[in-house]
């Protein structure tokens, strides 16, 4: 299983940004796909979710309003689009998949993720 996240970098406040998420090795329909980020120093926080059998999404309550998940099945793909953008974004983004697929226990609790991807930094300046 190979998770790839992608779509990160340098942005100015104010700025919307779309991640990237490439899984392969797994059946897409099976799992939770869901973003995390993690600030050094601190623990890791959900961000959204997505079941991508029924398109059932999950907002955290940090990013709610400003982000948006979407998966696009045939190409094993998960995107995470985020506007408005700030300082506090400023992380480094994870991909995870997980089985079952229910995005209220993936985003609350990570310790049952399968799989991680290596994650992608995303800095936000003011």
């Known amino acids: 299983v190979q998770i790839v996240e992608s779509g990160g970098g340098s942005v100015q406040a104010g700025d919307s940004l779309t991640l990237s998420c490439a899984v392969s090795?797994?059946?897409?329909?099976?799992?939770?796909i869901a973003w995390f980020r993690q600030v050094p120093g601190r623990e890791r926080e959900g961000v959204a979710c997505?079941?991508?059998?029924?398109?059932?999404?999950y907002i955290g309550d940090s990013v709610k309003g400003r982000a948006t998940i979407s998966s696009d099945n045939p190409r094993n793909t998960v995107y995470l689009q985020l506007a408005s953008l700030g300082p506090d974004d400023t992380a480094v983004y994870y991909c995870?998949?997980?089985?079952?697929?229910?995005?209220?226990?993936?985003?609350?609790?990570?310790?049952?993720?399968?799989?991680w991807g290596d994650g992608t930094q995303v800095t936000v300046s003011s």
């Open positions: 090795g797994l059946t897409l329909e099976d799992y939770a």
């Open positions: 995870a998949a997980e089985r079952p697929a229910v995005c209220v226990v993936v985003l609350t609790a990570d310790d049952g993720v399968n799989y």
């Open positions: 997505i079941t991508p059998k029924r398109h059932r999404t």
